[in-house]
Each structure stands twice: as structure tokens, then as C-alpha cells.
């Protein structure tokens, strides 16, 4: 299971980024993929996921309205669609993955995520 992000960049307040996700060793039937970032001397913070099954989305309130997710089941890629940055959604942003059975309300709660890969640096200058 390899979740390998990609997209991060430097981009000035009110820009636009688009991550990629793109997953290896699994399909993405009953899984649920996303995003969460952390910035230096800050908690972890859920950004925003999609189940491949039942194509529930969650987002954080912070980025509601901003930022959208989707997924490409054939290309086994999650996107997340960044548009007016601000300069506090600077962080690392992971891509997370864990297996979803539609057994809890992602869209209210976020994903618990179980496997992420590598980060992906996102810094938006004011």
C-alpha cells in the first residue's frame, strides 16, 4: 500500500494549488482517501476526504468553500482542488487512506485515517 502525493508549491495569497494522490498496491473499493496537513507548532488537522464507495465528502470548516476533492477511481487518484489560498493553509499536506464501510458518517466527522505517505509542502506568501 503506497499513497504518493504530489502538486504542493509556492503561491501567492488568493492562488490556487491542485494536490494529487495517487495510490499503488490497492484499489480504492471500500477505502476512503484525503488529505490532512500539518504546520510547524500546530496539531494535525483533518483537511477534507472522500469514500470511493458511497462518494461521501468531508471538509474541514477552515477550507469550506475553498478547497474540493475528487476522486479518479480508474486512475486510482484522489485531487484536491486548493482555489483562494491563504496564507494560513501553509503546512505539509499528507495524503491518508483507510479502509471505509460506510459504518460512520465520514461527512461528519472526517476520516480516520490508518496509512499516509509522504507529504506534499504547500506555502502560501501573504
Known amino acids: 500500500v503506497q499513497l504518493q502525493a504530489s502538486g504542493g508549491g509556492l503561491v501567492q495569497t488568493g492562488g490556487s494549488l491542485r494536490l494529487s494522490c495517487a495510490a499503488s498496491?490497492?484499489?480504492?473499493?471500500?477505502?476512503?482517501i484525503g488529505w490532512f496537513r500539518q504546520a510547524p507548532g500546530k496539531e494535525r488537522e483533518g483537511v477534507s476526504c472522500?469514500?470511493?464507495?458511497?462518494?461521501?465528502?468531508y471538509y474541514a470548516d477552515s477550507v469550506k468553500g475553498r478547497f474540493t476533492i475528487s476522486s479518479d477511481n480508474a486512475k486510482n487518484t484522489v485531487y484536491l482542488q486548493m482555489n483562494n489560498l491563504k496564507p494560513e493553509d501553509t503546512a505539509v499536506y499528507y495524503c491518508?487512506?483507510?479502509?471505509?464501510?460506510?459504518?460512520?458518517?465520514?461527512?461528519?466527522?472526517?476520516?480516520?485515517?490508518?496509512?499516509w505517505g509522504q507529504g506534499t509542502q504547500v506555502t502560501v506568501s501573504s
Open positions: 498496491g490497492f484499489t480504492f473499493d471500500d477505502y476512503a
Open positions: 491518508a487512506g483507510e479502509n471505509y464501510y460506510s459504518d460512520y458518517d465520514l461527512s461528519a466527522v472526517g476520516c480516520r485515517y490508518e496509512f
Open positions: 472522500i469514500s470511493s464507495s458511497d462518494g461521501s465528502t
